[in-house]
């Protein structure tokens, strides 16, 4: 125990805040890929290609945000502290990141209920409206078969 509580507070400062609408989405995607108990193949891919595409990053820059991403959701107790930091965007960006939510839930083909349960969760944290998140889970669903 003491030894957990020396390393939180020696812990270097990481280069990215849990303020980064980036670090924050990858968090997200990370939990939401292994909620179900095991994060596959296909949605690790899914939340590669969906972190290169929305923030045009490179192969080292996606590989370092998902390191830290993992790390950040294995100390997270809730996803405010992520949440909080995109509810100032856009409402575009955040439906965009409802719409990643789903891809990675559909990308092995389930649609597992704690998987649902988080994306709804998410959506009404980042003002997302109900009718928005559903019609997102119906065109990945319907573009997934």
């Known amino acids: ?7 939180l507070f020696n812990k270097p400062e990481a280069a990215l805040s849990s303020q980064d609408p980036k670090l924050a989405v990858a968090v997200l995607l990370v939990h939401l890929a ?29 590989d370092r945000l998902i390191k830290e991403a993992a790390l950040r959701d294995a100390e997270a107790v809730d996803f405010y ?5 995109l509810t100032a965007l856009e409402m575009e960006d955040r ?18 209920e704690l998987e649902d349960n988080m994306v ?9 409206s109900s ?11 319907k573009a997934q078969s």
């Open 34 to 62: 292994s909620v179900d108990g095991q994060m596959k193949d296909e949605e690790r891919k899914t939340i590669r290609g969906a972190l290169v595409d929305h923030y045009e990053l490179d192969e080292a820059s996606v």
């Open 95 to 112: 439906i965009e990141i409802i719409r990643m939510m789903w891809t990675v839930v559909f990308s092995d083909n389930k649609n597992h």
């Open 120 to 128: 709804w969760r998410v959506a009404e944290l980042i003002g997302v």
């Open 131 to 141: 009718r928005d998140r559903t019609v997102l889970r119906n065109q990945i669903a």
């Open 1 to 7: 125990m003491f030894e957990a509580i020396t390393r």
């Open 81 to 85: 502290r992520f949440t909080s930091a």
